[in-house]
């Protein structure tokens, strides 16, 4: 399974402005995901790909989806890609997925509490979990386990 992320439009079929009805649509008929929890009129709406461990957080603001958040994959052998211009957000070094990233002219915002930004793309990195992710030899997260794409910064 591939997710493009798509810079002030959304995350594969979940597009940035869609109502409730729309996306909950969408899960349905995509069928990937299992939705974990959501209100009749939620803020935010969970999902799960059983298979992978990858959760998705669809947030609404009024209405309309203004984020999605997605959580790296806990089954480290599953086949899942989560892609930004071309580059694997999941399975790539965090340092070395910065240093592509601003190759190809994106300004970096680093940031010393576990997330990184690009503010021109409104796109946030984080590689602070609880969860077992693969480390270095000092005990940092080798990959980012998070990745936001919003409306807003």
């Avoid at 059983?50 to 989806?65: Q, R």
């Avoid at 203004?66 to 694997?88: C, I, K, M, P, Q």
Wanted: hydrophobic letters at 35%.
């Amino acid at each position: 399974m591939e997710l493009e992320l798509f810079p002030h439009s959304g995350v594969e079929l979940f597009r940035l402005g869609m109502s409730v009805e729309e996306a909950r649509d969408t899960v349905q008929a995509w069928g990937l995901f299992r939705t974990v929890s959501s209100d009749p009129v939620p803020g935010q709406i969970n999902l799960l790909h059983e298979e992978s461990g990858l959760d998705i957080v669809l947030g609404f603001t009024s209405g309309a989806l203004s984020g999605v958040e997605l959580f790296r994959f806990t089954n480290e052998d599953a086949d899942v890609r989560v892609v930004l211009d071309g580059l694997d957000v999941f399975r790539t070094p965090s340092e070395g997925l910065l240093e592509q990233l601003a190759e190809r002219g994106h300004t970096i915002e680093e940031d010393d509490g576990g997330f990184d930004g690009l503010p021109e793309l409104k796109v946030r990195l984080g590689n602070e979990s609880s969860y077992e992710y693969p480390m270095d030899e000092e005990g940092y997260p080798i990959y980012y386990d998070y990745v936001r794409v919003a409306n807003l910064m």
